[in-house]
C-alpha cells in the first residue's frame, strides 16, 4: 500500500493508486470513504484539514486495505501473470501495478545551474513532447566545460545522445532524459519540503506491518534524525520500520509529519493553530 502524502496551504492529501493488485472491493471501501478518484481515474485522492484528520483517515484504512488472501512475494514475471492480462498476439502479460523508485542524480548539485537552465529550454525529453539541445543552448557553461558535462551527465543518466534517427528529425544532438526531468522538477517544485512517500506492508504472519519511508537527501535534518533514530534499517533510499501495529505505524506518520519545515520554518500545522 503506497501513499504519498502532500502539505498544501490550508490541507494535507493523500494520494495512492488503484491498480491490479488491488481488488474493486477495496477501490469502492475508499470511495465511501470519501476517497475521489482523478479526471484520469488513475489517482485516488483524499483531503484532509489537519494532523488529527491525517491520524484518522489512516487509523481507518490501513488494516482493511492490507487485508488479503494473496501476500505478492514472487518475482515480477510471475507477479504480471498472476495479476495481468495475456496479450493475444504477443503472448506476453501486461498489468497496471504500483511501484516506488528512487531518483537519484551524482551530478546534478554540481551543475544545477545548467540543469535548470537546460529545462527552461527544453521543457521536456524528447520522448515526451519536448525539445533537443546543443551545447549552444546552455550559454552558462564555458566551451572548455561542455565535454566534461556532457560526458558525466550522460554516465548519470540525465542526458542522453539521440539516435541517428532522432538527430536526423531534430537537427541537434542530446535531449534530457525523463529520470532528469523528474529530478529537477522536483527540486524546483519543492517537493523535498512538502511531499512524504511511504510504503505500507502487512506481516500476515504476524499481523503486524512494515513501515517504510522514501528517503529525500534534502529533507529538513529533523525528519533525518527522528528516522535514523526510529527506523534503523536502510535500503536502496527507504528506511524501514518492522512488527508495528497500526496505532505505532499511525503515530511514527504523524510525527514525521510534524517534523516538516515550510512557510519561514514554521510546520505547516501553525497555519491551523493560528486561524
Not at 126 to 155: H, Q, T
Request: charged residues 30%.
Amino acid at each position: 500500500m503506497p501513499i504519498t502524502i502532500d502539505f498544501k496551504d490550508s490541507y494535507i492529501k493523500l494520494l495512492t493508486r488503484p491498480v491490479d493488485t488491488m481488488s474493486i472491493d477495496k477501490v469502492e471501501l475508499l470511495q465511501k470513504l470519501g476517497w475521489s478518484r482523478n479526471k484520469s481515474q488513475i489517482t485516488l485522492i483524499k483531503k484532509v484539514k489537519n494532523i488529527d484528520e491525517l491520524g484518522i483517515e489512516l487509523q481507518n484504512i490501513i488494516d482493511p486495505l492490507c487485508d488479503t488472501d494473496n501476500y505478492y512475494d514472487k518475482s515480477f514475471y510471475e507477479l504480471l501473470k498472476s495479476c495481468g492480462r495475456q496479450r493475444k498476439y504477443l503472448k506476453d502479460y501486461t498489468a497496471n501495478l504500483n511501484h516506488r523508485g528512487n531518483y537519484a542524480s551524482f551530478t546534478f548539485e554540481k551543475y544545477m545551474e545548467v540543469y535548470k537552465e537546460l529545462i527552461g529550454e527544453v521543457r521536456k525529453p524528447v520522448d515526451w513532447g519536448g525539445e533537443a539541445f546543443d551545447m549552444e543552448n546552455i550559454p552558462s557553461i564555458k566551451k572548455k566545460n561542455a565535454i566534461g558535462f556532457l560526458r558525466e551527465s550522460c554516465s548519470d543518466g540525465m542526458v542522453r545522445e539521440l539516435t541517428k534517427i532522432e538527430k536526423e528529425k531534430y537537427q541537434k544532438k542530446y535531449t534530457i532524459t525523463g529520470h532528469a526531468y523528474s529530478v529537477i522538477t522536483s527540486y524546483l517544485s519543492n517537493f523535498h519540503n512538502n511531499r512524504l512517500s511511504i510504503i505500507i506492508r502487512p506481516q500476515i504472519l504476524q499481523k503486524k506491518y512494515v513501515f517504510l519511508v522514501g528517503i529525500n537527501s534534502l529533507y529538513d535534518q529533523k525528519i533525518l534524525s527522528y528516522l535514523k533514530t526510529y527506523f534503523l534499517e536502510y535500503e536502496e533510499g527507504w528506511r524501514s520500520c518492522s512488527n508495528l501495529g497500526v496505532k505505532q505505524l499511525v503515530e511514527h506518520i504523524k510525527n514525521i509529519c510534524s517534523c516538516f519545515s515550510e512557510y519561514d520554518y514554521r510546520t505547516i500545522f501553525d497555519f491551523y493553530n493560528n486561524i
